[in-house]
């Protein structure tokens, strides 16, 4: 019996660590990340929006995954959480001269389907913030916390240095795990020392131009993610990089609080500068979106609640992202 049930707990440690190696780690910033982000951005908002959005905080945090969860219910959804600028290094040497930053210049340049095979998140901001605006325009209720949930991600994917890069999971450099650690593992380890007296939201006159500097920050910032944990690695003694933890009903190997710990010190606050950009950003194109609605009275929808069809649809999104394979590129740990 003892023999049997030693084997039974091997197994059990054995499945948990294969689960490890198994499962995508799609999500900027974590569900975590990605939830903290929408939800301290509705503190940044003024007195005319906060109202509205802190009654609704609990629905704009939890929905803030949906396009990640989307990503297993349709087709062309992951180019809008990235854009791989160094794909065109090869026309020249600076990428962020080379592609415009309107969507149709850039269409009559390198063609959709190209846009769309690199990624498209500077521009998909942008169409978001307009959709934003006409929701405003029109009071629509559901439109303003979905669309509101969702642009709060794709700006969040936007200030995450990997989701700029072709190597966006290091696995061009023998680094494959590096965008799970740098934006999922340090901000879950680490959150409760960022400090989240953010400011307020600012109104953003071009929007387009705005997010587009935001993604060069980015990109300007993955040199250091990539090869600080490069340095690193070839420095922490081996035996001490990873660790297991159980989660859930798993037992997943991760990387250790010591090495997690050194790799944070040496970004010197990396992470936290980027989330908290990231919830600036979120609430200040919230408002942007606002102003130029001109400024609709938000109380009025006060007494409201999302509509059956809206909860059936979220509902619907959930069994997607449950029961099917996601769709287009994945990375893995």
Do not use: C
Not at 73 to 99: K, L, Q, T
Not at 184 to 208: C, I, T
């Amino acid at each position: 019996m003892k023999f049997l049930f030693k084997i039974s707990v091997g197994l059990i440690i054995f499945s948990g660590i294969l689960f490890f190696y198994q499962q995508p780690t799609i999500y900027s910033w974590g569900f975590f990340g990605h939830k903290k982000i929408n939800r301290m951005a509705v503190f940044t908002l003024p007195p005319e929006m906060i109202k509205f959005y802190k009654k609704n905080i609990e629905y704009i945090t939890e929905h803030a995954v949906d396009p990640d969860k989307r990503r297993y219910a349709v087709e062309g959804e992951a180019p809008r959480h990235y854009i791989d600028i160094d794909h065109y290094e090869h026309y020249g040497s600076d990428p962020f001269i080379i592609v415009p930053r309107k969507w149709n210049d850039a269409v009559l340049k390198f063609s959709e389907d190209t846009l769309q095979a690199y990624g498209i998140v500077p521009w998909h901001v942008n169409v978001m913030v307009i959709r934003l605006t006409k929701a405003f325009e029109t009071k629509d209720y559901d439109k303003i916390l979905k669309v509101s949930a969702d642009l709060g991600h794709y700006i969040g994917d936007s200030h995450v240095p990997l989701h700029t890069t072709k190597n966006y999971n290091g696995q061009l450099t023998n680094q494959k795990g590096i965008h799970g650690f740098w934006e999922s593992r340090l901000p879950e380890l680490k959150h409760q020392e960022y400090d989240y007296f953010v400011g307020r939201a600012k109104y953003v006159d071009d929007v387009q131009n705005d997010v587009w500097d935001v993604v060069k920050a980015s990109f300007t910032a993955k040199d250091s993610v990539l090869n600080i944990e490069k340095q690193l690695n070839d420095e922490f003694p081996q035996d001490r990089k990873y660790s297991v933890e159980n989660r859930g009903a798993a037992i997943m190997k991760v990387y250790s609080e010591a090495y997690s710990n050194r790799y944070h010190e040496k970004l010197n606050g990396m992470v936290e500068r980027r989330l908290i950009e990231s919830i600036v950003k979120v609430g200040s194109y919230w408002y942007t979106a606002w102003v130029n609605a001109g400024q609709p009275n938000l109380d009025e929808l006060l007494e409201k609640a999302p509509s059956k069809k809206l909860l059936e649809e979220d509902v619907a999104l959930d069994k997607d992202y449950q029961n099917n394979k996601i769709k287009g590129r994945e990375h893995q740990d």
